[in-house]
């Protein structure tokens, strides 16, 4: 496993003579490009890997455990996957998507725990409950509703709806102290929720990966032009040495988070024109008072303000980092011109090209609602802040909290005619037609569904080697192919196995009767 150390001191520039080969070069050392990596480690183990990451560790931009929330999104408590339309109903289908897109994660991670890709899956991955909380006559309503539409589905059997006010305080009690039970307040409670540390299973992966694999950190790609058989030369900087060498590549892929804007740019491949990007920061409250991190165990999810991007909805997360209990609030919105957390300033500029300049201007009269809501939450202090949170913790002191920055997201902006563009919210899969790159945009839900974004990658790019990876694909992940909610005697076993591969719970789904 190379590091990207070298004997040569200095940071002077120079050019290598030596051009290093590779079949698949993995651009970025987070969750996405580790996933990668393992599926195709598994799927055609005489293929060469190179991976090359700009800073000095793996999993150090979106997929570090304090840059993210960490929750195994599967639409058990997010309420912006069930939104509620104007005719009162809740629309269910975002929600049994991201679930059943969750499940592959799991048996892939099941099925890496089982044959010593990974181990010790406490390390990655712990349950916790996930719950939703609303409150007043309308949010109570709408739990209910919600409760109603989703818990007659197999993937969200045992879901709880919950108003009682004791069952409140004696499952949340940090929300429950001090609490106004006058207004009244609603829960929908699932038991079998995660936590996951994303920058934990990024480490195990590419421990995997690099066993048989070249792995550059302190490397910077700066440059990626396709040659005429298809194949490319990447151009990568030694942070640390200056050097500057040529990767030949017969396979690229960019997932280097709000950097694969820049880089699929540059590669002139007419699938990324038309993109742009609309970066946003997050802040949490982190909590310092060890009493109060024990007297909450969940991850709650409450709604978002009104005109805010679903990436802002209100959550107190328990979270679970190196075998310790941490708590986080938020976020709180932010912004930043910079497209990586580590990244610069002209990172916004230099993404305008002439053909997503006008698909950029356009957003800004259709969201003016985001917009003036970025606003309020970058004019706000910290006392409001504090009064946002004591809608969670009734109880909440500005001294028991500490403000930490969260990773930068960068929306997606897509081309939607001549000189309009669509502000999304979700992540995007960008490949080339001849299937020789590919890279990752957007944000939530990101690294929880990592197996099927990037199952979708080898699908679009690999096409003529798809079929014949079906039955690998199914021994990694059974339930490839088949949807989960229409077949609960499937469910249940990929369940149990998962659970007890993970190490999660010691109670398996009960049959239904």
Known sequence: ????????????????????????????????????????????????????ERLDAAAAESSDPWNNAGTGHSALCELNYTPQGADGEIDITKALNINEQFQQSRQFWAYGVDNKLLDNPDEFINPIPHVSF???????????????????????????????????????PLMGEGRDYSDPVALNWYTEGTDVDFGALTQQLLNYVGRDADLYFGHDVKNLSQ???GSWIIKVKNTRTGEVSRVHANFVFVGAGGGALHLLQK???????????????????????????????????????????PMSVPHLDTRVINHDKGLLFGPYAGWSPKFLK?????????????????PMMSIAPQEFGLLKYLIGELASTRADRVKTLSEFVPRATGGDWEMITAGQRVQVIRKN????????????????????????????????????????VLEQCFGQRWDGWKPKLTEMIPSFGQKLNDNPALFREMWDWTNRSLQLTGADKPAKA
């Not at 909590?287 to 005109?307: F, M, R, W």
């Not at 002209?346 to 006008?358: A, E, F, G, T």
């Not at 899969?429 to 929880?448: H, M, W």
């Open 1 to 52: 496993m190379r590091t990207g150390e070298s004997s040569t001191g200095g940071s002077e520039q120079y050019v290598s003579q030596t051009v290093i080969k590779t079949d698949v070069a993995l651009v970025g050392a987070g969750i996405m490009s580790a996933t990668l990596g393992a599926l195709i480690r598994q799927l055609e183990p005489d293929w060469s890997i190179s991976l090359f």
């Open 134 to 172: 609303c409150h007043g006559e309308s949010g109570v309503d709408y739990l209910k509703k919600r409760h109603a539409a989703l818990s007659s589905n197999t993937l969200f059997e045992g879901m709880e709806y919950i108003t009682d006010d004791d069952t409140f305080a004696e499952r949340l």
């Open 227 to 229: 040659q005429s058989d």
């Open 267 to 309: 590669s002139g491949i007419s699938e990324a024109k038309g993109f742009g990007g609309f970066p946003v920061s997050g802040e949490f409250f982190r909590c310092t008072n060890p009493d109060l991190i024990e007297q909450h165990s969940a991850k709650v999810y409450g709604q978002a303000a009104v005109g805010a991007p």
């Open 342 to 358: 580590t990244g610069g300033v002209m990172d916004l500029p230099k993404s305008v090209k002439p053909s997503n300049l006008l």
């Open 417 to 456: 005619g001549p000189a309009k563009g669509s502000l999304e919210f979700g992540t995007a899969v960008v490949a080339a037609g001849d299937g020789t790159i590919a890279g990752l945009l957007g944000a939530s839900p990101g690294a929880s569904t990592a197996v099927p974004a990037m199952l979708s």
